[in-house]
């Protein structure tokens, strides 16, 4: 009986040394978000956060400046989603009417201007939710 209520009182003092509460890491997290990955342009000093239902395409046919498109990894999936793009200033962006019906937002990098754009939808919020995290998370620090 003496065993059984030793073994059940370290038991319990196991499991309550387990449930205490962690000290956060004094260091940043570099890793990705759950279900997030990461893009980094070495040449023009960026990174971002994605979700991992898409992935990269590089494709500039008909996308002047781009540096990558993002498209759904569904099956049947057949139009980018969002794209980066590369250009002198903002003003040269916006004089591009490829890029014209996309929602977007821009960043000046070193001595280019870094724009992030993507097919809003007004009928999903969570679309939009998402691509706006993915703006949040734009890094210059690269």
């Given at each position: 009986m003496k065993?059984?209520?030793?073994?059940?009182?370290?038991?319990?003092?196991?499991?309550?040394?387990?449930?205490?509460?962690?000290e956060p890491a004094d260091e940043p997290n570099d890793q990705?978000?759950?279900?997030?990955?990461?893009?980094?342009?070495?040449?023009?000093?960026?990174?971002?956060?994605?979700p991992s239902k898409y992935k990269t395409v590089v494709d500039d046919y008909g996308w002047p400046n781009s540096v990558v498109?993002?498209?759904?990894v569904?099956?049947?999936?057949?139009?980018?989603?969002a794209t980066i793009s590369v250009w002198?200033?903002?003003?040269?962006?916006?004089?591009?009417?490829?890029?014209?019906?996309m929602e977007y937002a821009g960043y000046e990098v070193g001595d280019n201007y870094v724009v992030i754009g993507y097919f809003a939808d007004s009928?999903?919020?969570?679309l939009n939710n998402e691509?706006?995290?993915?703006?949040?998370?734009?890094?210059?620090?690269?």
């Amino acid at each position: 009986m003496k065993k059984t209520l030793i073994f059940a009182l370290a038991s319990v003092t196991i499991l309550l040394a387990g449930c205490s509460p962690q000290e956060p890491a004094d260091e940043p997290n570099d890793q990705p978000v759950a279900d997030m990955k990461i893009y980094t342009s070495v040449e023009y000093g960026f990174s971002l956060q994605y979700p991992s239902k898409y992935k990269t395409v590089v494709d500039d046919y008909g996308w002047p400046n781009s540096v990558v498109h993002f498209i759904e990894v569904e099956p049947g999936a057949q139009s980018y989603r969002a794209t980066i793009s590369v250009w002198t200033d903002e003003a040269e962006y916006t004089a591009s009417s490829v890029y014209s019906a996309m929602e977007y937002a821009g960043y000046e990098v070193g001595d280019n201007y870094v724009v992030i754009g993507y097919f809003a939808d007004s009928d999903n919020a969570d679309l939009n939710n998402e691509w706006q995290e993915v703006i949040n998370s734009f890094d210059a620090g690269q």
